[in-house]
């Protein structure tokens, strides 16, 4: 077993899921308040000294969006969609400014076209990543 824990025993994944969820929430708001600035400067650092990285992961999404197929969606309607939104996450139903989200991820071989974006919030749209609603509906849910 791998991490840092590796003497604890535990009766099945799930277990061993929710301890470390446990641990992290009762962690890491305090202590990432605590380290804060330095993770700030080292992140900053570091793409400083490893701009290929941050260079690389804008190429693989303008790839998968390549090979996706990019349809035109123009600012008209991703305005329009908002307005339908009425600035609420159709999600988790906070107000807030809203971000595309590919419904289907385009890492997974969705579109970037009006038919498969949404208008929702930034935290919604950053803890689903890429992965399918559904999937992650149901990971949200179980929590």
Not at 39 to 46: G, H, K, L
Not at 57 to 70: C, F, I, P, Q, S
């Amino acid at each position: 077993m791998e991490g840092k824990r590796a003497n604890a025993l535990y009766c099945s994944r799930a277990c061993k899921n929710r301890a470390s969820e446990g641990r992290r929430d009762r962690d890491d708001g305090a202590r990432y308040q605590a380290e804060r600035e330095r993770r700030i400067a080292y992140a900053s650092a570091y793409a400083k000294t490893h701009p290929h990285v941050g260079q690389a992961a804008r190429n693989r999404r303008k790839a998968w969006k390549r090979e996706a197929g990019v349809f035109a969606l123009s600012g008209k309607e991703w305005r329009r969609l908002c307005a339908r939104q009425r600035g609420e996450c159709p999600y988790c139903g906070e107000r807030a400014q809203l971000t595309m989200d590919h419904v289907i991820p385009l890492a997974k071989g969705g579109r970037h076209s009006i038919g498969n974006v949404f208008p929702v919030c930034a935290p919604c749209n950053s803890s689903k990543s890429d992965s399918f609603l559904a999937a992650w509906k149901l990971r949200r849910r179980r929590g």
